[in-house]
T-cell receptor, first 114, second 116 residues
Framework: DTEVTQTPKHLVMGMTNKKSLKCEQH?????MYWYKQKAKKPPELMFV???????INESVPSRFSPECPNSSLLNLHLHALQPEDSALYLC?????????????FGPGTRLTVL | EDKVVQSPLSLVVHEGDTVTLNCSYE??????LLWYKQEKKAPTFLFML????IEKKSGRLSSILDKKELFSILNITATQTGDSAVYLC????????????????FGKGTKLSVIP
């Protein structure tokens, strides 16, 4: 299995809702990432997990809460989002071997906050 | 601050043309440069370059890195309409983010449009 999967593909939520984005990979990668991408902009890093531990939080507001329950799964819990949080949310994973750190991206979740 | 600059920002060519996309970088702790192709959804990995002067090739696409001059080029020969996409260059790690994970710094991308 050489892909990263994400669910749902699309999500529309109100500002008071609580929802979760899910990401899964079975490539044995021990580094996983959440990115946010706005239209016509490159991906912006949000969080990095290494060996199931949060190693980077790029000053992301607390209304975004990541979770890594095991080495194959990565979740992003959403609560009280704002309309400006509407974006494509990408998950990626990478090997942790030296010189093999290319990141493989999932298809993304297109999030709309009303 | 780490920086990745891609040029041109957009490009329109006819099918069959050859294009060269540029990526220059300034990072504190360079390890690798990556090229991705992004159509309407997630970026698709194309190449990872770590050594100067060694060309990586996949079909009509090729790429090379110059670590002395701090740039890379991505060539696409005999372009097809299916090559239309945003091509992203990323450099990593801008810093080691712990236990083998690496943060990438992305350029803004080159939007390539191939017209029939």
């Amino acid at each position: 299995d050489t892909e990263v999967t994400q669910t749902p593909k699309h999500l529309v939520m109100g500002m008071t809702n609580k929802k979760s984005l899910k990401c899964e990979q079975h490539m044995g990668h021990r580094a996983m990432y959440w990115y946010k991408q706005k239209a016509k902009k490159p991906p912006e890093l949000m969080f990095v997990y290494s060996y199931e531990k949060l190693s980077i939080n790029e000053s992301v507001p607390s209304r975004f809460s990541p979770e890594c329950p095991n080495s194959s799964l990565l979740n992003l819990h959403l609560h009280a989002l704002q309309p400006e949080d509407s974006a494509l949310y990408l998950c990626a994973s990478s090997p942790t071997r030296v010189l093999r750190n290319e990141q493989f991206f999932g298809p993304g979740t297109r999030l709309t906050v009303l | 601050e780490d920086k990745v600059v891609q040029s041109p920002l957009s490009l329109v060519v006819h099918e069959g043309d050859t294009v060269t996309l540029n990526c220059s970088y300034e990072v504190t702790n360079f390890r690798s440069l990556l090229w991705y192709k992004q159509e309407k959804k997630a970026p698709t990995f194309l190449f990872m370059l770590t050594s100067s002067g060694i060309e990586k090739k996949s079909g009509r696409l090729s790429s090379i890195l110059d670590k002395k001059e701090l740039f890379s080029i991505l060539n696409i020969t005999a372009t097809q309409t299916g090559d239309s996409a945003v091509y992203l260059c990323a450099v990593g790690p801008s810093r080691h983010s712990g236990a083998g994970s690496y943060q990438l710094t992305f350029g803004k991308g080159t939007k390539l449009s191939v017209i029939p």
